[in-house]
């Protein structure tokens, strides 16, 4: 008798989590099978963008060393790359700051609106079907980008978004209108749709212990006795 009325009080408990977790539960299925419905590489664009070939450096950047090391502040990263068939240096500083060098230890100007857009056509499969062009400083970022960097948001035709740094002369994200979908997804996966980064919190933590329960109580009444049904 004693193993009947824990199982009947596991029965309760099991619809009264049921209800209170079946939303959650629903949410998790469907917006985890919409993120899983097309491949990470299309989610990202990294499909849209063309290869570059590798250039190899022509040499060793002497004069950019000279005009640093005279420099009151020293950059805490230095990278060196071919860009368009000319060799720059993008200098990283400790609060942030990004500058770009030439081979000749020239300080290179900020991206320009025409730069990036000769950026994005170049690198970017139907880069020069482009709608709009605006440039988001690095304290207000575009709510599909959401990163601390001031970076020109290239919106093609078909609802791309392309952020070229305005610093670095590089691609940024690639943000399709799958990525869009992607991205409320995951808010609502995580129970985060203000910055879609707390995958910790005390909310998600609490439902998805209940449904744990929830489950482990229906796995319990799996076992329950059910009397035999008479024969007809």
Partial sequence: MAGKHWMLRFARWHIWLGWLV???ILMW????????????????GTNLQREQPAQPLPGFPVPLFNTLGSAREMPTVLATQMMDGAMVTTATYADGRVERY???GKLLPPVTVSDARRIVAARIKGGDRISSIVLFPADAPASDFRRPIAAWQVALVDGTHVYVG??????EAVRTRFWRVFDLMWGLHIMDL???EDTSHPILILFAALSVIGALLGTVLMFRRRKARPVR
């Fill in 22 to 24: 079946g939303v959650p």
């Fill in 102 to 104: 030439s081979a000749a």
């Fill in 29 to 44: 299925t469907i917006t985890g099978l919409v993120m899983v419905s097309r491949p990470i590489d299309e989610v990202r």
């Fill in 194 to 196: 203000k910055d879609r």
């Fill in 166 to 171: 305005e610093s670095t002369g590089k691609i």
